[in-house]
C-alpha cells in the first residue's frame, strides 16, 4: 500500500459546482496534514492545513477522519481559476513529510 | 519576501557532466529541503536540513547524487555524473519549525 494515496482524477467539473477530493494514507502515527495545490509548470504551494476538527477557508474545506485515516478536501462553488493539481502531503515521520500523486481539476465555464 | 531562490531555472546538459543546483532559502527559516518531481514519481523527498545540518538523507537516489549547506542562506544539490533519468524538476523548500513549506519556482533538468 502507498503511503498516501489519492485519486488521480482528471475531475471536470462546471463553474459553480462542489467538487470533493479524498486521500488516505497509511501511517496511523501520522500527525500534520495539508493540502497544496500545484498549477501546471509551476511550484506547489500551501492551500491549507488540517486539522482534527476539520477547518475551512472560504470556500474551501478540510477533513480529517483518523479512525479510517483520510483526509479530504471540499471546493464549493467551483471557480475557473480552481483548475489545478491538488496534493495531499501526510507527515510520516518527523518532518518527512509524503505527498501524493495529485489530483487532477479542472473546472470549465 | 524574495520567497525562496533557485538557480538555474534550467539547465539542459549532457550525460556524465556534473550538475550544480542552487538554493537561496526563505530569510529566518531552520529547515531547508530538496525535492524530485517526475510524472512517473511525484515529488519525492531527497534530502532536508535542520539549522543547516542534514538531517535525512535517505531519499537520495545513490552516491551520485550529493547536498550541502554550508550556511542559512545558501545550499546546493549536486549530481556528478548526471544521467538520463535524472531529468526532473527538482524543488528546494523552506520552513520554520519543519511544518508547512514554501517551495522555489524548481529547476527543470534535462539530461541528454
Known amino acids: 500500500r502507498k503511503e498516501v494515496e489519492q485519486d488521480p482524477g482528471p475531475f471536470n467539473v462546471p463553474e459553480g459546482a462542489t467538487v470533493a477530493f479524498n486521500c488516505t494514507y497509511s501511517n ?3 500527525q500534520s496534514f495539508f493540502w497544496y495545490r ?3 509548470r509551476k511550484e506547489p504551494k500551501l492551500l491549507m492545513s488540517v486539522y482534527s476538527s476539520g477547518n475551512e477557508d472560504g470556500r474551501f474545506t478540510a477533513q480529517l477522519n483518523r479512525a479510517s485515516q483520510y483526509i479530504s478536501l471540499l471546493i464549493r462553488d467551483s471557480k475557473l481559476s480552481d483548475s489545478a493539481t491538488y496534493l495531499c502531503v501526510v507527515n510520516i515521520r518527523g518532518n518527512d513529510m509524503r505527498f501524493g500523486a495529485g489530483t487532477r481539476l479542472t473546472v470549465k465555464p | ?8 531555472r534550467h539547465e539542459v546538459t549532457e550525460m556524465g557532466q556534473e550538475v550544480t543546483l542552487r538554493c537561496k532559502p526563505i530569510s529566518g527559516h531552520d529547515y531547508l529541503f530538496w525535492y524530485r518531481q517526475t510524472m512517473m514519481r511525484g515529488l519525492e523527498l531527497l534530502i532536508y536540513f535542520n539549522n543547516n545540518v542534514p538531517i535525512d538523507d535517505s531519499g537520495m537516489p545513490e552516491d551520485r547524487f550529493s547536498a550541502k549547506m554550508p550556511n542559512a542562506s545558501f545550499s546546493t544539490l549536486k549530481i556528478q555524473p548526471s544521467e538520463p533519468r535524472d531529468s526532473a524538476v527538482y524543488f528546494c523548500a523552506s520552513s520554520w519549525g519543519g511544518a508547512a513549506k514554501h ?4 529547476t527543470r533538468l534535462t539530461v541528454l
Open chain 2, 1 to 8: 519576501d524574495a520567497g525562496v531562490i533557485q538557480s538555474p
Open chain 2, 103 to 106: 517551495f522555489g519556482p524548481g
Open chain 1, 38 to 40: 500545484q498549477d501546471c
Open chain 1, 28 to 30: 496511523s502515527a501520522s
